[in-house]
């Protein structure tokens, strides 16, 4: 019934997703997620909310941190990289996040037991 | 670094002193780099203050006190949880138990009383009046035909009763599941 509401929820169980997502492709330091999220205003989020995930992940041994100095006389980056946990729990998400793509789909063309052989 | 930034990342570190120290420099280090990064790519450092928010906010998410929004403590959240708690307990302690039991015994009632009548009147229909079944006002009592209408109707009355009661459960339970959302949205969003 809220947009808002229901937005902020999917925002919040998929942005652990999201994060492993692009982690997983190459290191990234914080202001480098925070700007790739912001391409899609769907998981666009703040500073107060990515560096405490990023800090949980990392205790949960989902990711590993290094520091790492920059060339262009900026300062230093933290940078995250994923972890063989991380990959395990990254694959695992994917899967399921197909499996609800798929059930999401048949339900917008339709699908339902009585016709259930169309979405195989 | 402008003083205004620095100020903030004092006023974060401030509020993580329950950290071990490790960490907590390790965290201010971490917005120290993206505050510097944000000021490289031309914003302002009041643009930079904006963007990072509240740095009670930012802190406290850290905390895990709240992940989102409202970390600190208000009136409001405190307000609703007494609430809650009150209309559950209160409900759970008396109006539950009350109209689930009446909700029963008015249903029961409701189909015992016609059946009652009906026994009667065909007893009556063989040739035995047994009065001990019957609708009384004061002294006058309804003969057997009159009180198997009275039965109808009484029972039908108590049945309805009877259901409004287990309605009005329903009706409780389910908000009390639907003020536990609302509590639980007001917690963590």
Not at chain 2, 3 to 24: M, T, W
Not at chain 2, 50 to 79: H, M
């Amino acid at each position: 019934m809220n947009l808002e509401e229901w937005k902020s929820q999917i925002k919040r169980g998929t942005l652990e997703f999201c994060i492993l997502l692009l982690i997983q492709r190459k290191p990234r330091y914080g202001y480098e997620l925070i700007s790739q999220l912001e391409r899609w205003p769907m998981v666009a989020t703040k500073e107060s909310t990515i560096y405490p995930l990023l800090r949980r992940l990392l205790k949960e041994g989902c990711l590993d941190s290094f520091w790492q100095e920059t060339t262009q006389g900026l300062p230093p980056r933290k940078y995250y990289s994923i972890t063989q946990q991380g990959m395990a729990y990254l694959e695992e998400m994917s899967a399921q996040w197909r499996e609800l793509s798929q059930a999401i789909a048949a339900m917008e063309q339709g699908g339902d037991e009585d016709d259930g052989q169309a979405i195989e | 670094m402008d003083k205004r930034l620095n100020d903030y990342l004092d006023k974060v570190e401030k509020i993580l002193k329950q950290l071990p120290a490790a960490e907590r420099v390790d965290i201010v280090r971490e917005i120290k780099s993206e505050m510097l990064e944000l000021v490289e790519h031309g914003l302002s450092p009041e643009q930079v203050l904006e963007r990072l928010g509240d740095p009670r906010k930012l802190a406290k998410a850290y905390l895990g006190v709240a992940i989102t929004e409202s970390a600190q403590f208000s009136w409001r959240k405190l307000g609703a949880v007494i609430s809650f708690y009150g209309y559950a307990g209160l409900g759970g302690m008396i109006l539950l138990p009350t109209t689930s039991v009446i909700a029963v015994a008015f249903m029961i009632s409701g189909v015992l009383c016609p059946i009652a009548g009906t026994l009667r009147l065909m007893l009556f229909l063989l040739g035995r009046d047994i009065p001990q079944i019957g609708v009384s006002i004061g002294r006058y009592s309804l003969g057997a035909v009159p009180t198997f209408f009275a039965c109808i109707l009484v029972g039908v009355l108590l049945f309805l009763a009877g259901w409004g009661c287990w309605k009005l459960t329903l009706w409780f339970i389910r908000s009390v599941s639907r003020r536990k959302r609302g509590l639980n949205q007001l917690g963590t969003a």
